[in-house]
């Protein structure tokens, strides 16, 4: 990837893969509550898309202005697969670890481009990604190892 457009062309593939997770979460989630956060997050994942398309066709309007908590449960966390059966515990794991990787690509694309427009967009992004991670984690902290 070495044009700004191979970059986000990426980034809209990765944001669409994690749209149709997150809805297929959704379809396996055995609590309602959980249901409904996962399609939101499926949701809020092709929004992330649609912006990206909108900054290639030259509209770029998202800024980082506010740092993230990291509560950095997932660095001490195993990797998980996901699968047909996978637990609410799984489904979080697998869930943060997605959320943290994305935050990392929007950073390390943040690092390569030049333009600052474009700089503030990945760093939107990746401030996104990181709220999403936050959410993720502080429902670790609550429903897993509080009650272990």
């Known amino acids: 990837m ?3 457009d191979e970059i986000l062309d990426y980034a809209i593939d990765q944001e ?7 809805a297929d979460m959704a379809k396996r989630a055995e609590k ?3 249901k409904e956060i996962f399609l939101e997050f499926s949701a809020e994942e092709e929004r992330h898309r649609d912006k990206l398309l909108n900054v290639k066709q030259g509209d770029q309007e998202l800024h980082a202005n506010q740092a993230v ?3 950095k449960i997932s660095d001490y966390l195993v990797d998980v697969e996901p699968h047909e059966n ?4 799984d489904a979080l ?5 997605r959320e943290r990787a994305a ?5 390390d694309m943040a690092e390569k481009v030049t333009e600052p427009a ?4 990945f760093l939107g992004l990746a401030k996104e990604e990181a709220k999403h991670k936050l959410f993720f984690e502080s429902e670790y902290d609550e429903r897993v190892l509080k009650d272990n």
Do not use: E, P
Request: proline share 0%; net charge neutral.
């Open 2 to 4: 070495n044009t700004v």
């Open 16 to 22: 669409q893969q994690a749209a149709d997770f997150y």
């Open 32 to 34: 309602g509550g959980m």
């Open 69 to 71: 908590i990291n509560l």
């Open 86 to 89: 996978i637990s609410y515990q």
């Open 93 to 97: 794991i697998v869930a943060m670890k």
């Open 103 to 107: 935050f990392r690509l929007y950073s």
């Open 118 to 121: 474009l700089q503030d967009v």
